[in-house]
């Protein structure tokens, strides 16, 4: 399995980014596709997940709101649609393949892509 994430970069406060996560697999066969982040010198957390059988999702605290996420069966694809971003939101966002709706059992992993926030 390979996931490959893009559409990282620089981005001011307040505004929005979009990554996407292509996947070398049919996702609709993962069941449930999601993002984690990692910031410098912290833990990984789970930000967003998905089912790409039901369409049902989850979403941590900090990004209720302000992040939506999707999936694309037909394309493999799983996008993080991010608004109204915080400088707190920096970090290395990664794909992954998830066994857990609630996001607590990932095992496949993209490379990570990062996203900076800062006027």
């Known amino acids: 399995v390979q996931l490959v994430e893009s559409g990282g970069g620089l981005v001011q406060p307040g505004g929005s980014l979009r990554l996407s996560c292509a996947a070398s697999e049919k996702i609709f066969s993962f069941n449930v596709m999601g993002w984690y982040r990692q910031a410098s010198g912290k833990q990984r957390e789970a930000v967003s997940c998905i089912s790409s059988r039901d369409g049902s999702t989850y979403y941590a605290d900090s990004v209720k709101g302000r992040f939506t996420i999707s999936s694309d069966n037909a394309e493999n694809t799983v996008t993080l649609q991010m608004n109204s971003v915080k400088p707190e939101d920096t970090a290395v966002y990664y794909c992954?393949?998830?066994?857990?709706?609630?996001?607590?059992?990932?095992?496949?992993w993209g490379q990570g892509t990062q996203v900076t926030v800062s006027s």
């Open positions: 992954v393949r998830e066994h857990s709706i609630n996001c607590e059992d990932p095992d496949y």
